[in-house]
C-alpha cells in the first residue's frame, strides 16, 4: 500500500534529481514533473521497491503546465496517509541589469516557471487532496534572492519574492484545512543553474565573479546533501511552523 504520496518540479538534473534519490523509499509513491525524464531514477526505484511515475510537461508554458497538473491529479490514490508537493523546477535566466531586461518572453517563462506552474500545480493538489488526508504539505523551493535583492536578477529575484509571498497567502487561506506551507531556501548549490550564472557575462551580471569564486573555492554545496537535509526538513514535526525559512538555519 502507498504509505506517502509526494510529487516533485524538476527531477531530472541538479537538486530536483538529488532530492528524488532521498525519497524514493518502498513505502512512497513519487510523482515527478520535468521536461525530460531521469532515466537513473527508475531504475533506482525498482531497486528500492518505490513508485515512480515520471511526467513530461514543460511548465514554462501555462498551458502545458494545466495539463501537466491534470496528469499529477490523475495519478494521486485516494488513500495516503500524507501528501506532499515540491514545487522545485525553476530557472534563472534572464541575467542583465534592468535597462537590458527586454526580451518580454524570456522574462514571461521565467515568471510562468517560478510562478505560474506553482500556482497551477498546487491548485490541482489541493482540489485532489481535499478530505484524503490531514497531513498535506507543500515545499516551495525559492532562494535568498527572493529575500535580498541582486544586481541584474530582477526577473529572478521578483519570481522568488513572488513565491514566497503566495506560501504566505496559502498558509493565510488554507492552514484551517490541514495545509502548512513553507518557502525555502536551499543555499548555493553546485547544480546546471550554478554553472548557468558562473557562465554568464560579468559585463552584464555585475554579481558573476562572486558565483565564480564561490565555485573556484569549492564553497558550493554538493546537491545530494542538500536534499537530505530537506527531505528531513520534509518529515519535521513542526513543518509549517516557519513558513520563509531557509536550509542553512538548520546546519
Ligand atoms: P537546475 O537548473 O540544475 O535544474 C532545474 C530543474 O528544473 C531541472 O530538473 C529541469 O528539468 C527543471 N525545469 C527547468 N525548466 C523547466 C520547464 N520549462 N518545465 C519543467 N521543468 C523544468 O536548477 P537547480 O537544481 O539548481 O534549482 C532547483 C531549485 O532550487 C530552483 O527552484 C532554484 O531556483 C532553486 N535554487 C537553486 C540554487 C542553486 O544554487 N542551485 C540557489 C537557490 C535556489 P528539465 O530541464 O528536464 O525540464
Redesign the pocket.
Given at each position: 500500500m502507498t504509505d506517502k504520496v509526494i510529487v516533485l518540479?524538476?527531477?531530472?538534473?541538479?537538486?530536483?534529481?538529488a532530492l528524488a534519490e532521498a525519497l524514493l523509499a518502498a513505502d512512497t509513491l513519487l510523482v515527478t514533473?520535468?521536461?525530460?525524464p531521469n532515466e537513473s531514477l527508475q531504475k533506482l526505484a525498482r531497486e528500492r521497491g518505490a513508485q515512480l511515475l515520471q511526467i513530461a510537461?514543460?511548465?514554462?508554458d501555462p498551458l502545458k503546465a494545466v495539463v501537466g497538473a491534470e496528469k499529477v491529479a490523475a495519478a494521486l490514490p485516494e488513500s495516503a496517509s500524507s501528501y506532499a508537493l515540491i514545487n522545485?523546477?525553476?530557472?534563472?535566466q534572464p541575467l542583465a541589469l534592468a535597462p537590458q531586461l527586454t526580451d518580454g518572453p524570456a522574462i514571461a517563462s521565467a515568471f510562468n516557471?517560478?510562478v505560474t506552474a506553482v500556482i497551477l500545480l498546487t491548485a490541482r493538489f489541493l482540489a485532489t487532496t481535499e478530505g484524503r488526508a490531514r497531513n498535506r504539505r507543500i515545499l516551495n523551493?525559492?532562494?535568498?534572492?527572493g529575500r535580498n535583492p541582486q544586481p541584474s536578477w530582477g526577473v529572478y529575484c521578483a519570481t522568488?519574492a513572488a513565491l514566497d509571498m503566495y506560501t504566505r497567502v496559502l498558509n493565510a487561506e488554507q492552514r484551517a484545512n490541514g495545509v502548512r506551507a513553507v518557502s525555502l531556501?536551499?543555499?548555493?548549490?553546485d547544480?546546471?543553474?550554478?554553472a548557468?550564472i558562473r557562465n554568464s557575462d560579468p559585463a552584464r551580471v555585475p554579481v558573476q565573479p562572486r558565483f565564480a569564486e564561490l565555485h573556484a573555492r569549492g564553497q558550493?554545496s554538493a546537491?545530494a546533501q542538500v536534499a537530505a537535509r530537506i527531505a528531513a526538513y520534509l518529515r519535521r514535526d513542526d513543518f509549517g511552523q516557519a513558513e520563509i525559512d531557509d536550509i542553512r538555519n538548520y546546519d
Open positions: 518540479t524538476g527531477a531530472s538534473r541538479g537538486l530536483g534529481a514533473v520535468s521536461r525530460k510537461a514543460d511548465l514554462s522545485n523546477a525553476g530557472m534563472v516557471l517560478n523551493i525559492s532562494s535568498g534572492a522568488k531556501a536551499p543555499g548555493v548549490v547544480t546546471d543553474m550554478q548557468s558550493l546537491p
